[in-house]
């Protein structure tokens, strides 16, 4: 119900920083947990973070803590992941996600972001 566009991606060096945004269109944002998921090649899926509803509540897996911010703008319909201090390892193509049911399985996300390439190198 929930229509979700990524974007920012980009390749950068190791050490740079990039901003990826998702909006969404359709059902109202607000309603929804959201969820920013990567891949790698040859790798599952896999929760890097997510923002509750309000914006209040951030969870973020241990890899990335320190390193990556998620916030919200709800006016907007907008999500957004600061990602600084990138590495390697963080090459992915991100995708943002939404659900009624928060959780870090991908399978509880029913809408989905076609995804954005972040290529870092060293």
């Known amino acids: 119900q929930v229509q979700l566009v990524e974007s920012g991606g980009g390749s950068v060096q190791a050490g740079a920083s990039l901003r990826l945004s998702c909006t969404a269109s359709g059902r109202t944002f607000s309603s929804y947990f959201m969820g920013w998921f990567r891949q790698a090649p040859g790798k599952e899926r896999e929760f890097v973070g997510g923002i509750s509803w309000s914006g209040g509540g951030t969870y973020y897996t241990e890899s990335v803590k320190g390193r990556f911010t998620i916030s919200r703008d709800n006016a907007k319909n907008t999500m957004y992941l600061q990602m600084n201090s990138l590495k390697p390892e963080d090459t992915a193509v991100y995708y943002c996600?939404?659900?009624?049911?928060?959780?870090?399985?991908?399978?509880?996300?029913?809408?989905w972001g076609q995804g954005t390439q972040v290529t870092v190198s060293s």
């Open positions: 996600a939404a659900t009624f049911t928060p959780g870090t399985d991908y399978t509880r996300y029913a809408s």
